[in-house]
């Protein structure tokens, strides 16, 4: 595959939504038409189909872990085309999110490089989207299944209706099929890209610390680390690395615009980490 150079003139025409890195208008979900709509209807999906039945077997499908060997660099280049339909703020590919948000790492946290690797590669389980997973089992926000749904998930009021979950007495209650602190390890939570990578990672015995692993597998979990929710399932472990994922996601979400790195420039930098902490081919 030729590899992808985007250029700064080509992100200013593809960021439609943001004219500057400022924090404020970013996870904007009230707007209406055009993509909104798109991101609207990818939420319907996902809170219509993701339930405890459905993740189940997901894990099952994509846990066998047989959709083929590629490198970090190469699954990357695989998302050079791959525009994510729940995002409310960017419509560009999601390789070039991968770049910006590792480089606002690596500027404010200099010394620690796991770090920067893991905004290199905490969006590429979005290759299950390339590979034919809808968009609604690969992106957005992620929540728990077989307890009840809290009011912080995204358009919580108009969307879960049709869910078979929501009207299932055992996952309808706080609690649900959980008890109290059993930690976010022990949950079933929405499939989606953070789960697959992180699953990826680990059968692939790559060497990032626990905490990076935290931040791929939870990243996308707002109701928890950003709405106040479901702290009554966490344990004292996981409370802990909430502070590293409220880091993390501050250079996820606030990097999306214009300023594009060069990539040929930094890349080596990046391969080197790769081959630091997962190196060669990861079975996918």
Known sequence: MPETIVTSAVMADAFKYKNDCAKEGFRDFSADG???????????????????????????????????????????????????????????????????TAEGLRREHPDKDWLHLCGLVHDLGKVMGVWGEEQYSTVGDTFVVGAEFPSSIVYRDSTFNKNPDLHDPRYNTKFGMYELNCGLKNVLISWGHDEYMYQVLKHNKCTLPEEAMYCIRFHSFYPW??????????????????????????????????????????????????DKYMPGKLKF
């Open 34 to 100: 055009g993509r909104f709509d798109t991101v609207y209807n990818t939420y319907v999906k996902m809170h219509t189909y993701q339930c405890v039945e459905f993740v189940r077997k997901k894990h099952i499908q994509w846990m066998k872990f047989n959709h083929g060997e590629f490198t970090i660099m190469e699954a990357l280049e695989l998302l050079d085309d791959f525009v994510d339909e729940a995002d409310p703020d960017v419509d560009f590919p999601n390789s070039v999110h991968a770049y910006q």
């Open 225 to 274: 680390h950003t709405g106040g929710d479901y702290d009554h399932l966490c344990s004292d472990e996981d409370r802990a690395m909430m502070e590293w994922i409220k880091l993390f996601n501050k250079h996820d979400l606030y990097t999306k615009c214009p300023d594009m790195p060069e990539v040929e420039t930094i890349k080596p930098y990046y391969q080197s980490l790769v």
